[in-house]
């Protein structure tokens, strides 16, 4: 199993951006798969997950403002974001809760500038 997570990059506040989390040798629609975050100097903390059925959960502080979703055509899970903030700047790993322990992606980095 193999997650990539891409799409992070610098924006202003305010802006968006859509990170992608591409997977193999599993298939995203049939697992639990979402997104963590890890500011600097800080624990890594939840952002969103989706499950197999599509029902979607999301952190207290992107609630209203980011949106997990997938793709099952692509193998992909994405990550939008928008109206972001400054405390949003992070890595942002994906993951997969497949059987055994939970598998990570390497993490993409987003700069929010205020």
């Known amino acids: 199993v193999q997650l990539q997570a891409s799409g992070g990059g610098l924006v202003q506040a305010g802006g968006s951006l859509r990170l992608s989390c591409a997977a193999s040798?599993?298939?995203?629609?049939?697992?639990?798969m979402g997104w963590y975050r890890q500011a600097p100097g800080k624990q890594r903390e939840f952002v969103a997950v989706?499950?197999?059925?599509?029902?979607?959960t999301y952190a207290d502080s992107v609630k209203g403002r980011f949106t997990i979703s997938r793709d099952n055509a692509k193998n992909t899970v994405y990550l939008e974001m928008n109206s972001l903030k400054p405390e949003d700047t992070a890595v942002y790993y994906c993951?997969?809760?497949?059987?055994?322990?939970?598998?990570w992606g390497q993490g993409t980095l987003v700069t929010v500038s205020s």
């Open positions: 993951y997969a809760d497949v059987l055994g322990p939970r598998t």
């Open positions: 040798g599993i298939t995203v629609s049939i697992y639990v």
């Open positions: 989706i499950n197999s059925g599509g029902s979607t």
